[in-house]
């Protein structure tokens, strides 16, 4: 049915614990600070089992606060990795991820990349489904709420998701915010498994589980490890379909890096 060849080079390569990965982290926004907080997050929970290669976007917004924010981020992310790549000898990472809650272009950088890409929403999500079987997310920002339902839905992942609650974070006291919506979110909606979703979030998930009787889970630990197991799991990238190898464009205005992956190989 697929023809006679042997594509020996899209057998799967099972790597095993003791090969180091080599991963990629890019922010989703241009904040140095949430990326060095985020790379040492990554590192914290992948200890010597990867390399991480963590960057900033050259453009885009310092948070992300909106659909166009987003939007922009997205083309931003895209640049990012390419320049990544790029810059790397090898030209490849073991997998990527994409340090934003609302993963801006995670489906684009799945098409134009050969390696995995994985998002915050979707890891989180995926992972909360496996523990219980109402799941709520807890997150910050007036419009994400909205923004995350919307992205849910796209995804076809919004039909065991009782509630999106915006935590209220006052300057830097995001605990007691987030405690509280967690709250909520076990009493009024009765979840099974909560999601604190967001990159500033990342690690609170962990303080407040001793005092939560359900699971927390953390979008950003869920994303970094969901990236491990899909860089061992070795799988090819498609080579038919919608996510396989771009077809060739000319397109006007973009970098000369991100131009490469689409001209015609």
């Known amino acids: 049915m697929f023809g006679a060849e042997l594509h020996t080079k899209q057998r799967p390569r099972l790597r095993e614990k003791s090969t180091r990965l080599r ?4 922010n989703g926004n241009t904040s140095a600070d949430v990326t060095t907080a985020l790379s040492a997050a990554a590192k914290r929970l992948l200890a010597d089992r990867a390399s991480i290669t963590s960057i900033t976007p050259e453009f885009g917004p310092p948070y992300i606060r909106t659909r166009s924010e987003a939007a922009i981020a997205g083309h931003a992310i ?3 990795i ?3 790549v790029r810059s790397t000898s090898s030209g490849h990472f073991d997998a990527c991820i994409v340090g934003c809650f609302g993963e801006p272009s995670l489906f684009a950088a799945r ?3 050969g390696f995995p890409i994985v998002g915050m929403v979707e890891a989180s999500v995926v992972t909360a489904l496996q523990l219980g079987s109402r799941l709520a ?3 910050a920002g007036e419009r994400w709420p909205t923004m995350i339902d919307e992205l849910l839905r796209g995804y076809g992942l919004d039909a065991r998701c009782v509630g999106i609650l915006r935590a209220g974070i006052d300057g830097s006291d995001a605990l007691t915010g987030v405690e509280a919506a967690v709250g909520k979110a076990v009493d009024r909606h009765e979840a099974d498994v909560v999601i604190i979703g967001g990159a500033v979030l990342a690690g609170i998930a962990h303080r407040l589980q001793p005092r939560v009787p359900v699971p927390l889970v953390d979008s950003f630990a869920a994303a970094v490890l969901q990236a491990e197991a899909l860089a061992r799991l070795g799988l090819p990238k498609a080579r ?4 396989a190898a771009l077809p060739a464009a000319k397109i006007a205005g973009i970098d000369a890096e991100l131009a490469s992956f689409f001209d015609a190989t």
Do not use: C, D, H, P
């Open 23 to 26: 991963l990629l982290l890019v």
């Open 78 to 80: 895209l640049s990012a």
């Open 82 to 84: 390419a320049k990544a």
């Open 111 to 113: 098409e134009m990349f």
């Open 137 to 139: 997310i807890v997150t």
């Open 240 to 243: 038919r379909g919608a996510f």
